[in-house]
């Protein structure tokens, strides 16, 4: 089954990204989105739509586990580097993870959102 909507999925996304957070047992997270509207409900815990009211407070039940965590909205543009890891995962095998470092073939996204951010 397909989700409803695409902020639905990001729902998913988030839900799945604070699973995987509490699974490292990191206590420290910080969320990003390109979803104004998902970030704000996950920030203030409302919720607009009934078919991701369920979503938000699975999310939050899971982060109240974390001692500090945040909801930011990035635009998608300042959203390359999230997005390159993501299509580069699919296709990893076996799965890697990065910590500390990211992988060479992302670096041109990175210096990319570093100059965004400076200017």
């Keep these: 089954m397909k989700p409803h909507s695409v902020e639905v999925l990001e729902l ?3 839900r799945r ?3 995987f957070s509490q ?3 990191l206590d420290r997270v910080i ?3 390109d979803s104004k509207q998902v970030m704000k409900a996950l920030q ?3 919720w607009d739509f009934a078919s991701g009211g369920h979503f938000i407070r699975d999310i939050l039940c899971i982060v109240n586990s974390f001692v500090s965590t945040s909801f930011s909205h990035v ?3 300042g959203n ?3 997005h390159a890891l993501a299509q580069r995962a699919r296709h990893c095998f076996p799965i890697s993870i990065w910590l500390e470092s990211y992988p060479t073939d992302i670096s041109s ?3 990319a959102d570093i100059q965004h951010l400076l200017y």
């Design 44 to 46: 203030w815990g409302g």
């Design 17 to 19: 990204a604070a699973l």
């Design 109 to 111: 996204f990175v210096l």
């Design 31 to 33: 969320f990003e989105g």
């Design 23 to 25: 699974e490292l047992g």
């Design 80 to 82: 390359a580097v999230a």
């Design 75 to 77: 635009c998608r543009r």
């Design 12 to 14: 998913l996304a988030a």
